[in-house]
């Protein structure tokens, strides 16, 4: 774990609210050279603090006006000689683009995925043609988003 000071905090609230600052900005902010943030941002990459930097897209602009999220079951039985139930769905999820987040549970089911699709019809068929047709399903229970309240990428530094 590496330890962060306040400075370095409110580095990473800086990027976390504009991954685009400038070093001279991110550092009038912190109250800090542009050369002591490169310095510390540096850091934070190399050890991982700071994953990577994206483009956040607004789904609906894009075409995709659908959110849901989905409990997914498994089967909790295989063969022995086969890979795990888990193991395969793990590795189909990574493949599937619908699935913008996957999680695994504890309780009554087994994973949580977040999912962003067009319209009712590429819902259906992504779980009617994908989802129950893994081998590993046993079945999923589907609540569709009617209103983000709140969504932030921001880790609470």
């Known amino acids: 774990m590496t330890t962060l000071d306040k400075q370095d905090k409110q580095i990473l609230r800086s990027l976390q609210a504009d ?12 109250s800090l050279s542009p050369s002591a943030v490169l310095r510390r941002v540096k ?14 897209v607004k789904p609906a602009l894009v ?15 295989t063969e022995s000689h086969k ?19 996957c999680a695994a549970l504890s309780g009554e089911m087994d994973y949580l995925l977040r999912v962003i699709v067009s319209d009712m019809n590429a819902y259906s068929h992504f779980v009617m043609d994908t ?9 999923c ?3 569709f988003v009617l209103d983000r309240v709140k969504s932030t990428t921001a880790v609470p530094v």
């Open 131 to 139: 989802l129950l047709k893994h081998p590993s399903v046993q079945d």
């Open 19 to 30: 991954g685009r600052a400038t070093f001279e900005q991110i550092g009038e902010a912190v």
């Open 63 to 77: 075409g995709l006006g659908l959110m849901a999220y989905i409990n997914v079951r498994l089967e909790k039985h």
């Open 141 to 143: 229970k589907t609540s």
């Open 83 to 101: 890979r795990s139930p888990m193991d395969l769905f793990r590795a189909s999820v990574q493949t599937w683009p619908e699935v913008v987040e």
């Open 43 to 56: 850091r934070l990459e190399d050890s991982g603090v700071i994953d990577r930097y994206v483009a956040l």
